[in-house]
């Protein structure tokens, strides 16, 4: 062999080592290497909390919901929103009795019947888990502490609000959310006895929504069918009144039929721009939640907290209605 040639078998030999020896070391570093990570911050959290509401998708329980998150993010608390979908009591309890088996801190809900909401409340509060009511409460169980409207007074208020539109003249039916739930109930009671001293006032029926604006409409409609004497209606919840005033909106000629309704959702407040509907029950949903988290902390922390927190509850008519939705009932004229 000529001596170029050993230098070539030399020459490729050691460039054979050489690019081995690269290979090897940039292929370890590139399994060694730690690429970059994006860092996310670690929220932390104080306590954990369950808001349970008898209906996920309700526009008003939104609301509580969003005061309730808002408090959240304030005060350093993990909160969780949960419900059925639609009202259903017994849904409602499983998912209390979920929330308290997960071991969260505290659980806020509604006390909407004293036969089934009363004894799990009372256990859930024994096995060391705080309960707050909401909206609704169960008054007879351990609960630590109730916050929402007075039932009774808001009912209350309405019958006075349909003595005063009316002049005392009336041929009243009522739609409830529930015969069952206990808010409900007392807001009946409460209207029943504000109209029972005014003998021109008459309540010729009562029938249950199932808190459903879909059913609220259909009985509303069988009520002006059935009923022609009709002339007023008292919705005791949000959807009960924008069920009602979808029908009479629909069937029946302006003025003909006075409502009093409860809440100000967009729609409610539309059909009293329109006048459609005449009254409406201002509750408080959104500082009903946020009071409520902060409540909770409260108690947990061993600060003094009022049993029972009544928020606002007052009448809206059209001349209490927002500027903005006067504007647009000028736009409309």
């Not at 730690?34 to 509401?53: A, C, G, R, S």
């Not at 929402?148 to 006075?160: I, M, V």
């Not at 009520?223 to 949000?238: C, L, Q």
């Not at 988290?293 to 029972?308: A, F, H, R, S």
């Amino acid at each position: 062999m000529s001596r170029l040639s050993v230098l070539a078998y030399i020459f490729g030999a050691v460039f054979f080592l050489v690019s081995c020896s690269f290979a090897v070391f940039y292929g370890y570093k590139v399994l060694t290497h730690d690429l970059p990570v994006e860092k996310k911050p670690v929220e932390k959290y104080d306590y954990h909390f369950v808001l349970v509401t008898e209906e996920l998708d309700n526009e008003y329980w939104r609301l509580v919901e969003q005061g309730a998150k808002a408090a959240a993010k304030d005060y350093g608390v993990m909160l969780e929103y949960a419900g059925p979908k639609q009202a259903n009591i017994d849904d409602h309890l499983k998912t209390i009795e979920m929330s308290a088996a997960s071991k969260v801190d505290g659980i806020l809900t509604q006390g909407l019947s004293d036969e089934q909401f009363t004894p799990l409340i009372d256990r859930v509060v024994a096995s060391g888990i705080p309960v707050i009511t909401v909206d609704t409460d169960a008054a007879n169980s351990k609960r630590m502490a109730y916050i929402g409207t007075d039932n009774y007074y808001s009912g209350f208020l309405a019958g006075k609000a349909l003595i005063q539109d009316t002049k005392g003249q009336a041929n009243v039916a009522i739609i409830t959310g529930s015969f069952y739930a206990n808010h409900q109930q007392q807001r009946v009671k409460g209207f029943q006895d504000a109209v029972k001293g005014e003998k021109g006032i008459h309540i010729i029926d009562i029938v249950e929504s199932e808190i459903s604006r879909v059913r609220a409409a259909e009985k509303a409609y069988q009520i002006i069918k059935d009923h022609p004497e009709v002339n007023a209606f008292y919705g005791t919840s949000a959807l009960d009144g924008i069920g009602i005033a979808q029908v009479v909106d629909r069937f029946v000629k302006p003025g003909k039929i006075y409502i009093v309704g409860f809440d100000t959702l967009p729609e409610s407040l539309e059909y009293i721009r329109k006048g459609t509907i005449q009254a409406t029950v201002v509750q408080e949903p959104y500082e009903m939640g946020y009071r409520a988290v902060k409540m909770m902390i409260n108690l947990i922390q061993g600060k003094p907290v009022e049993p029972i927190v009544h928020t606002n509850t007052r009448i809206m008519r059209i001349g209490d209605l927002p500027v903005s939705h006067l504007y647009r009932m000028e736009e409309s004229n």
